[in-house]
């Protein structure tokens, strides 16, 4: 019910600045449905770039654009945040399976998850030994563990209607994985990806080893491929050969990308719309998230377009880094604090390009209630929802500060099919639910920048 | 504001039916994400038969495979109703540009409307018109129109957030277009396709010609193929060559599909959810309307898994003939009629297989506020907006016999990307997506059928 009585107060509230601002906002949508950048800007990020892993060749070119993007959408000021970033590397990696007494093994799609461990080459021949869960793996004797592949085949929970929370549900398989089989003296590790998709593709996403175990190599595979190792493991004995060449090389230096507006009457509050620059290696990494670059340098646009000179600083932050290791958020928040920044408010869109319900809040309830105030300015643009937690990989650390956080929130129901995997390409993004992400963002970047939090 | 009243006034209604109803739409939405079968039904329809415009061979098999659908699911009765259809063929088309002084002609993707006539095999040479407006073409003196092809270049509105309105908008140069041209001695007319993407897909679609105004060929061009048409429009005489062998044929009998589950309690009060089975002759008619028939034969699998026994008669009923006669529509009216059947409630899912937003309605306020009264139950399901007019073409007979409407609102931003053209497959549909909007369907039928309206 809760949701009801906001917008019900919300609509009190509202009377006294809407017919300004429900004018601002509509000034501000039709800008980008007709003239925004971002759809054509994420093309060019996505297919004459590519995927853009941190410390790769393409993130140090995706750097370079995203500036002079900033740049020619009319950004005051633009410049780069030095930020030191694992570098890690895929390389070659093949998964065969064996089952049954042919003797034949037979390649399956793969990928290493991110930050783990190689084979060092060699081609490791293991035993396949299949749980459900955790707990099945902590019943078994370690002994029956020893030396073998664990398979953990957890299925995405498609019964949430929110596929966040299949995801939350699901990722501790990859994220925890290593370890708890490790522990147990497992030589490497294979999971059912964390996807909702009903195909092949593996996804990949970041895994990470305790100090305290041996790393072992850790790979995805798709739905399909896990059905099918499923019913062989029902059956009977599975092997595998496992090789993957994938690595840890010295940590490299890359940036943070930021543009700003500065504000006309307090430029010392800041607000950031911001989204990652960094992807995984794989697909073109167009939701995941090149969709909250393009997003949030479309705001920086819109102002400028329509002569909107924000009151507060506006800026927008592309994140290095956040896949696997989320240095650029840290460098941020280290520097806004060293700089003594004043950050009134800081949104992050990092749930994919698509079609837009809510904005998420993680701030004190007087904040939440004053942005909740403007929802009715909202709801032409089908974003009715903002009775969600929110906020983002990136801008937690700032959120530590004490900073008030939001986060875009898309229809999800597409996101964990193409999350993290080969599929997640600049053909699945559409330009218009792309735009009018960047239209709810830009709206309440607007109303904030006018009337503070 | 309205919505938000609203709202409230139903959450208030909501306590006294809320516990169990909301167990029943989890239980609704449980069993269609986890076990349902529209998204596997809709690859059998779409891949395995394709796209089926009335009275061709792959509508007949559409007819076959309906009726052994809604047999599996579990309806108590299943029936074909026979109706007339137009039977209009496509056959060979081509359209060829030439501008400048150079004298090439280059060939561009076209397609003819539906239900236009052709050029009898004739290649027609015709120099083009071109004009923006209905308004414009009006002032040219008929000399400057006779046996020229009118090239209608009306641009799809970016910027109505609601496509609908788009389409509602653009959509009278398809319809009255060849009417208009004729009526000032025009020989063709081509339309830029009433289409939101930023590609070249033609987009096909019914015309129709007056019977005071000789019948002229009508095509459709996408949208790059008109830019390129307006930039050398502007910069001197363009010609065309076109061709196309599309006619009209015999009416064909074909079939309404209709599965029902007779209500335990009042099965004289019939409730329908419905789609229609016809598509165009391209793409694989998978949104445009697979989506709504394999949401409608979900309903009925749903209630019969669940083992909920409706207390009123529950029907799904697949039209024939949406797209360029209504001939189904108009049969399942007349048959009601001459029938003497009690409908409640008629819902239609025809504007695609995207996230459900919400239910539009036609009925008297008193239904309307009724029906609101169970917002609260459906917004865990993303289903948020009960404000909207709606029906649909195939029940509007219905709804002018005094039947309550109602059609389900999905996310509208990709559809007019894909509406009508090649690009209507079956690839664009998502699982949970198309799944979502079946729980909505299932969701307020399944109240109707407990509650009445």
């Known amino acids: 019910m809760k949701i009801f009585y906001s917008l019900l107060i919300a609509s009190f509230f509202c009377n006294a600045l809407c017919a300004n601002d429900s004018i601002a906002l509509r000034r501000i949508s039709d800008n980008i449905l007709l003239h925004g950048t971002c759809y054509d800007n994420l093309r060019t990020l996505c297919k004459d770039i590519g995927h853009r892993l941190s410390g790769s060749p393409q993130s140090e070119a995706a750097v370079a654009w995203g500036a002079q993007a900033l740049r020619d959408a009319g950004a005051d000021t633009v410049w780069l945040q030095p930020v030191y970033v694992p570098k890690w590397v895929r390389g070659k990696e ?45 019943k078994l004797p370690d002994a029956q563990v020893k030396g073998k592949i664990v398979f953990y085949n957890y299925r995405f929970r498609q019964d949430f209607v929110t596929t966040f929370h ?29 996807s909702s998709a009903p195909d092949d593709k593996p996804h990949t996403g970041m895994t990470s080893y305790a100090d305290s175990v041996r790393p072992i190599p850790a790979v995805a595979i798709g739905n399909t491929t896990a059905n099918d190792l499923e019913a062989a493991c029902k059956k009977g004995t599975v092997h595998v050969r496992l090789q993957s060449e994938c690595r840890m090389e010295e940590p490299a230096l890359s940036w943070n990308v930021i543009g700003e507006i500065r504000g006309s009457v307090y430029p010392e509050e800041i607000i ?80 994919g390009g698509f079609t837009p319900r809510g904005i998420g809040m993680n701030m004190p309830e007087e904040k939440k209630q004053k942005i909740r105030s403007y929802a009715p300015l909202f709801l032409p643009y089908g974003v009715y929802d903002f009775s969600q937690n929110g906020g983002g990989v990136d801008i937690t650390p700032l959120g530590r500060q004490g900073v008030p956080l939001a986060g875009l929130i898309p229809d999800s129901q597409r996101y964990f099919d193409l ?8 053909e699945t993004v559409n330009h218009r639910e792309l735009k009018l992400g960047a239209i709810a963002i830009t709206g309440l970047v607007y109303l904030i920048s006018e009337y503070g939090l």
């Open 94 to 138: 093949s998964l065969q399976v064996r089952s049954g007494k042919s003797g034949v093994y037979r390649d399956v799609p793969v990928l290493s998850l991110g930050n783990s461990t190689g084979t060092d080459g060699r081609v490791l021949e293991l035993q396949v030994i299949m749980v459900h869960s955790f707990e099945e793996l902590e």
């Open 272 to 351: 950031v719309a911001g989204g990652h620059l960094d992807s995984w290696d794989v697909g073109d990494g167009a939701h995941d998230d090149g969709a909250g670059c393009v997003q949030s340098i479309e705001v920086i646009r819109t102002f400028k377009a329509l002569k909107l000179q924000p009151k507060r600083t506006v800026r927008a932050v592309l994140f290095m880094n956040e896949e696997n290791g989320v240095k650029g958020g840290h460098a941020y928040a280290d520097s806004a604090k060293a700089r003594n920044e004043r950050h009134i408010f800081a949104l992050e869109s990092d749930a």
């Open 166 to 194: 299949g995801y939350g549900d699901a990722v501790k398989y990859r994220s925890q994985g290593p370890n708890r089989a490790s522990a147990k003296g497992a030589a490497a590790i294979v999971i059912r990806s964390v």
């Open 419 to 426: 999350h993290h995997a080969a599929s997640d390409t600049f």
